[in-house]
């Protein structure tokens, strides 16, 4: 059994880690690296460990004997926290067992992700995170050719050889749609991510497209509009689609940033929301409670997904297939942005 002080030192990372003022990642680095953390903070962070009479687990058998004990990131974008929350899930899990993890952006470039993933595995990680399922078949075969181990967030790879832990994306779209359909909405306009390599922005779309039309929304009388993930970009979205578009009352956007930037839009036009345009976004981001009025979207369990991903990287080979597929739930959260339709002024 292990001894209380093992168990106190399982638990007290976090707290010497709040103590010392840094992040958990750097007092990893400090009793694994110390030479990669400046003298005053390493000695800073020692002396919280000394008088907490932390002693560290060494847990995790899978990177106890890696190379590098380094995990990379690859993410689209690091804008407007979409992916941060995920990024704060794998670091709290990873951090604990001395692993550390770097990240980088691609700019929604796959040919850049091919690169980052190459530099990468120059570095010597020990495995690297990848957001959605289409990547460039190069990419996948450098990981595989390297024996990297490796996942894909985000979504739910149809091939079962690629690790995932993620969700249906045309699931979270579906959500929206039956709610809108549910509140009487029968015109209505889709503010989309850019579905060009991007399977989350475009099985997004299709699940709502479908769901309305199993609904008994004409496919064809939806407005589409896709954008960038940017609030200025939303904002200018939702001003096209209801200028010319007198009969729309709710908007399905692709995130929630989207989302932000189109009630600015509503707001600038004069257009009360919800009275007059019912709003949904995508994500949950700790904005859409904030924002007036609060918005309803369809919640992605993005820290869970960064754990559990964790959990894939730090399993021994023995159980790796029991975390090489998780599949998580989407759930839509309800808030003051949708009411029941009615027609524009």
Known sequence: MASDKTARGDRGIIEVAKRAGCSIATVSRVLNRPES????????????????????????R????SRSRLIGLI?????????????EGLESRLAPSGASLVHSATGYDLDREFKEVRNLIEKGVDGIVLVGSCH??????LLRDR????????????????????FDNRTGGALAANYLADLGHKHLAVIAGITRD???????????????????????SIV????????GRGRAAAKIILKQNKNVTAIFCGSDVLAGGALRGCKDLGLSVPQDISMIGFDNLDIAEYLTPGLTTVDVPARLMGEQAANYFLADQASLDIHSRVELETRLIVRDSTAPARHRQ
Not at 136 to 141: C, F, M, P, V, Y
Request: aromatic share 8%; hydrophobic share 40%.
């Open 37 to 60: 953390v400046a003298v005053d903070l390493r000695g800073r962070i020692l002396q919280v460990v000394e008088e907490l009479d932390y002693v560290p687990n060494g847990s995790a």
């Open 62 to 65: 899978a990177l106890r004997s």
């Open 75 to 87: 993410v689209p974008t690091l804008d407007a926290a979409i992916f941060t929350r995920m990024l």
């Open 136 to 141: 460039r078949k190069e990419t996948l075969k």
């Open 147 to 166: 024996k990297v181990r490796f996942a894909v967030t985000y979504a739910l790879s149809e091939d079962i050889s690629v690790p995932c832990m993620g």
């Open 198 to 220: 991007n399977d989350r922005a475009s099985g997004r779309l299709e699940g709502f497209l479908d769901t309305a039309e199993r609904r008994g929304i004409d496919r064809s």
């Open 224 to 231: 589409v509009v896709e954008s960038p993930y940017d609030f």
